[in-house]
């Protein structure tokens, strides 16, 4: 099947989806995006993730270049025209096309936006969860405002081939207190043998996860105990469960940490009834 996506106004078949050469976002990687999951062809948390889209292209000065339902609207379309009923919706926002200078341009140009979206396979991904993944831990190195959801993911790039090179499928920044920050596309949590879910406080280190939010409203109505705060890799390999949470994975179980068994090497039994209940607690549109 063909797929398209939005760019700039038009919605083109992807072998003919071009941006320029001279796109801030290509030489600069100044711009932002955002990644929503895609159900039964509808968005879910679509509201809080254009949100933060928005507070992340404030944070960087760069216009918000049509209102927020008119974003909605082309990230609908989208999902449509390439015939979307499990899988991606991704957005991206840069400051626009102009001469290469590190400065922003001085008069002012408009941002370029793209969407595209795309299929995945609910089973695999369901497979996935069964099994648990794996996730290695490596030095954190990226710039203070990874709050901020910018495309500029070297680090998280790097990072990410590191665990896929060690058998693993997410790698855990570990910050120069020696605690977890983050993973490298999701956030880390884990659960305590005494059943308290602790996961570090959304400040400048981390990504405020749409996922992570919208999960301390599922442990609020389960009514586990949640506490923010910074662990250390030594306590999460003592951990009775772990997982992470991102909008392409939900809740995903992970089962080994650094090569250190967690539990007893399954998927844990609140990590999955997390992951059951999840989209009950979610909002579609
Ligand atoms: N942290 C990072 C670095 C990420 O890339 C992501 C995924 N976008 C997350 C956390 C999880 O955020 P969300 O739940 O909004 O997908």
């Keep these: 099947m063909s797929r398209f996506a939005y760019v700039n106004g038009r919605y083109l078949p992807s072998r003919d989806a071009c941006v320029n050469v001279e796109d801030r976002g290509y030489q600069f990687a100044d711009g932002v995006y955002e990644v929503c999951e895609v159900r039964g062809g509808r968005l879910v948390d679509a509201p809080r993730h254009l949100a933060r889209l928005q507070r992340s292209l404030s944070e960087l000065r760069i216009a918000m270049p049509m209102p927020l339902v008119s974003i909605e609207f082309i990230m609908h379309e989208t999902v449509r025209r390439n015939r979307v009923d499990y899988g991606l919706v991704y957005l991206q926002i840069t400051r626009g096309v102009a001469r290469r200078d590190h400065a922003f341009p001085v008069t002012a140009v408009k941002p370029s936006i793209v969407v595209t979206a795309k299929n995945l396979s609910y089973e695999k991904n369901q497979a996935a969860a069964k099994s648990g993944i794996a996730v290695i831990t490596t030095p954190e190195n ?136 999840f989209h009950r607690f979610a909002y579609f549109s």
Excluded at 156 to 165: R, S
Excluded at 241 to 261: C, G, H, L, N, Y
């Design 142 to 277: 990226r710039w203070p405002r990874v709050d901020i959801k910018s495309v500029s993911l070297l680090p998280n790039v790097l990072a990410k081939q590191q665990a896929k090179e060690k058998g693993a499928s997410e790698a855990w920044f570990v910050d120069r207190d020696g605690c977890v920050t983050e993973g490298s596309s999701s956030n880390a949590w884990i659960i305590t043998r005494d059943g308290r879910v602790v996961t570090r406080p959304a400040d400048n280190y981390i990504l405020s996860g749409i996922t992570r939010a919208v999960l301390m409203n599922v442990l609020e109505a389960l009514q586990l105990r949640l506490e923010e705060r910074a662990f250390t890799p030594e306590e999460s390999y003592d951990a009775a469960e772990a997982f992470i949470t991102s909008a392409s994975q939900i809740v995903m179980p992970v089962i080994k940490i650094d090569d250190r068994i967690i539990g007893d090497g399954k998927p844990g039994s609140v990590s999955q009834r997390l992951r059951d209940e």
